[in-house]
C-alpha cells in the first residue's frame, strides 16, 4: 500500500520556495552551484535551476552531477561530472530528495568539502528526521515523521510525486 504525501502542484510549490530561500540566502553572488545527487537529487537540482532563473536570471546557476552509492557510501568512489577543482570558491547548494539518516549527505559533504569553498549548504525535499550523521538540511520541503520502517520515494520525471510505503 502507498500513500501520495506529496503532489505534483505541492512539489512543484516547495521548490519554487526552495528556489526563493536559495536567492534570498545568496542575493550578492554571482554564481550558484546546484550539485545534485545521482538520481532525483539531480532532478531536483534541474528543477531549482529553471525556478532560480525565473526569479533572478542575472544570478547564473550551474548544475554539476555527484555520483555516490547511497547503500555503501564508504566503500564506493565518489565521482562529479565536473573537475572539482573548478569547483573552488563557489557557492554550493548540495541537493538530494530526502534526508534520513544522513549518511549520504555527510560523505557528499565530505567529498566538496576537499575544496575551499565560500559557502556549503544543503537542499532536501523531505527530512525524515532520523539523522546518524550530524547534518542538517538548510533548505528543507517537508518534514515527516515516519517509522524507521516506512519508505519514502520522490519521482520527479514523468509522473511527479512523493510516497509513503
Known sequence: MNNQILSEEKIEKILKRIAFQIIENNFLESEIVLVGISGQGMQMARNLKEFMYSIRPEIKSTVCELFIDKHQPVRSDIKMDTDLKK?????????????NTGRTTAYALSYLLQLSLKKLETAVLV????????????????????TLDDHIEVKLDKEVGAYLY
Open 87 to 99: 569547483l573552488e570558491d563557489s557557492v554550493i547548494v548540495l541537493v538530494d530528495d530526502v534526508l
Open 127 to 146: 527530512n525524515r528526521q532520523y539523522t546518524r550523521f550530524p547534518v542538517a538540511a538548510t533548505y528543507s520541503g517537508i518534514s515527516l515523521s515516519t
